[in-house]
């Protein structure tokens, strides 16, 4: 993990396609280390998680490059590895579980981050007609211990075609339903680092459980 987190702050500090050239080796070796990580991960998730399929760790991790034809920002390479381990794999839209792996940032996640907008109706709709089973979830003591940053990224007023005064209405503003637990160098670095990545996740296991269904279920 540190020879990983090493290269990712070299390139953040020389995020330059020449210096990317004259070091592909080391991209070359930490990548095929991070998808053994995913590997690794994708095995013990199984375990608990009878909808993720044996999925080939590279429909999992996200490319380092960066496509800039939009952008303001034209830096060449991302300063992060990440993976995102899910049934279809990372572009599936279905709720599921991230590492990420940055210099000063990084941390384990789980649910639906941009869901596509069929996806987020679907969620809508069942946190609409169902509100207590998806409080219970979030409100769960472990979970609130363990899951602490949220990426809700929540609308400023109701979502088209739901009462303004439900009661409930700040769970259904979210565009996003991920939530995030900070993990420090020291313990990535740690022996024992990803089986307590494993116990972190096992955590937001029923809150991910709760959104596929609420997809498969609400789907149009």
């Known amino acids: 993990m540190k020879e990983i987190l090493d290269f990712l702050k070299d390139l953040e500090a020389n995020n330059t396609r020449e210096w990317f050239e004259l070091n592909r080796v080391r991209y070359d070796v930490t990548r095929k280390k991070f998808l053994s990580v995913a590997e690794l991960l994708i095995h013990e998730i199984r375990q608990f998680d009878a909808e993720i399929p044996a999925l080939n760790p590279k429909d999992c991790v996200f490319r380092i490059f960066r496509d800039v034809r939009?952008?303001?920002?034209?830096r060449p390479f991302k300063s992060n590895y990440g993976c995102f381990i899910a049934r279809g794999?990372?572009?599936s839209g279905f709720a599921g579980y991230y590492?990420?792996?940055q210099p000063g940032e990084c941390f384990l996640s789980g649910g639906i981050y941009m869901p596509p907008p069929e996806y987020l109706y679907a969620i809508r709709q069942e946190i609409y007609y169902h509100p207590q089973n998806y409080i219970e979830l979030i409100e769960n003591k472990d979970f609130k211990s363990t899951y602490t940053v949220e990426y809700s990224d929540k609308l400023k007023t109701a979502p088209k075609g739901y009462p303004k005064d439900w009661e409930h209405l700040d769970l259904i503003k979210n565009r996003n339903y991920a939530f995030g637990h900070r993990v420090e160098e020291s313990e990535l670095y740690a022996s024992d680092f990803l089986t307590k990545a494993i116990e972190v996740f096992k955590i937001i296991y029923p809150l991910n459980r709760y959104l596929n269904?609420?997809?498969?279920?609400n789907i149009i």
């Open 70 to 74: 939009f952008s303001n920002d034209k």
């Open 89 to 91: 794999g990372r572009k």
């Open 99 to 101: 590492l990420h792996m």
């Open 213 to 217: 269904k609420a997809v498969d279920e």
